[in-house]
């Protein structure tokens, strides 16, 4: 009896670190999630994003992932309906633009002109 005790212990302590590490791997491959940008930042990051993109709503403010140039990166909805998003450095200095069509392909401009 005491063995069989055991062996289910052990047993759900090898499906947990499996998914324990399953969800890791899926994380790290998925990108995980982005850290949204908050406070002053936020309102910097966000004032400087509508300057670049020439007006429109912000709808996030996140810290930049590892796929992209930039410390920030900030979504906005132009007027026209269109979207792009916009990676600035820690000075809230323009790095670049993505033009997002919402058909999951994006064209980045690095001199921070939109297509």
Known sequence: MKLNRRIVIAVAAVIAVLAAGG???????????????TGAAAEQA???ALEAAGGGTVTEIEGQDDDGAGVYEVEVRRDDGSQVEIHLDAEF?????????DTGSESE???????
């Open 46 to 48: 966000k004032a400087a």
């Open 93 to 101: 200095q323009l790095v670049a633009t993505v033009a997002d069509d």
């Open 23 to 37: 969800a890791g791997i899926a994380q790290a491959v998925g990108g995980g999630p982005e850290k949204p940008v």
């Open 109 to 115: 401009d690095e001199s921070g002109r939109d297509d």
